[in-house]
């Protein structure tokens, strides 16, 4: 049971490019979550998925997109990087959204460079 | 996140105890939280507290909440070397986990 797994663990890249970052949880989750992180400012929610075939935005969407492949998977693409978008990114699972001791889980991130 | 406001630095020595603290703006959180993140690692629950409690215990934890004030806590007791992490507080809102900035502690020898 590897909980919630992220790949790559590591990226560089430069203004303009794309890449995807892939989410994978083997907890049988319905919702799943995008989070960046930044110096000071804690976590930030880029996208969510509350279930499978749904996704919605959160706090800071702009400049990225997202999808729900199957249950287990939840990936984030930036389709052109730009240095703002340098960060740790974190994916996260829970059961089910909403209020409540419902915990998520988060993987182990990607550290993300743009250069 | 601004509706969570946590101090970001706490410096403690092995075996005194650690108090972090935290506010929040939501008054219809359900449920606020504490997070562990150890370097280059993700962010592992520590414990959460329902909103109609004033105090959780869990070993060496304790959480006291100050509804009225909006005021969270998280006291760590007989702090070791291990416990040297970033500590989130975060509060409830629908789907959403709202994230102070982190508390970074230091333990020193």
């Known amino acids: 049971n590897a909980g919630v797994t992220q790949t790559p663990k590591f990226q560089v890249l430069k203004t303009g490019q794309s890449m995807t970052l892939q989410c994978a949880q083997d907890?049988?989750?319905?919702?799943m979550y995008w989070y960046r992180q930044d110096p000071g400012m804690g976590l930030r929610l880029i996208y969510y998925s509350a279930s499978e075939g749904t996704t919605d935005k959160g706090e800071v969407p702009n400049g990225y997109n997202v999808s729900r492949l199957n249950k287990r998977e939840f990936s984030l693409r930036l389709e052109s990087a730009a240095p703002s978008q340098t960060s740790v990114y974190f994916c996260a699972s829970s059961e089910s959204p909403g209020q409540g001791r419902d915990t998520q889980y988060f993987g182990p991130g990607t550290r993300l460079t743009v250069l | 996140g601004e509706d969570v406001e946590q101090s970001l630095f706490l410096s403690v020595r092995e075996g005194d105890s650690s108090v972090i603290n935290c506010t929040y703006t939501?008054?219809?959180?359900?449920?606020l939280y504490w997070y562990k993140q150890e370097p280059g690692a993700g962010l592992q629950l520590l414990t959460y507290?329902?909103?109609?409690?004033d105090m959780k215990q869990d070993q060496r934890l304790t959480v006291l909440l100050n509804k009225k004030d909006k005021h969270l806590s998280l006291r760590i007791a007989d702090t070791q070397t291990g416990d040297s992490a970033i500590y989130f507080c975060?509060?409830?809102?629908?789907?959403?986990?709202?994230f102070g900035a982190g508390t970074t502690v230091t333990v020193r020898a």
């Open positions: 975060a509060e409830s809102n629908d789907y959403k986990l709202s």
């Open positions: 907890m049988n989750h319905n919702s």
């Open positions: 939501d008054s219809s959180s359900t449920y």
């Open positions: 507290i329902f909103s109609n409690m």
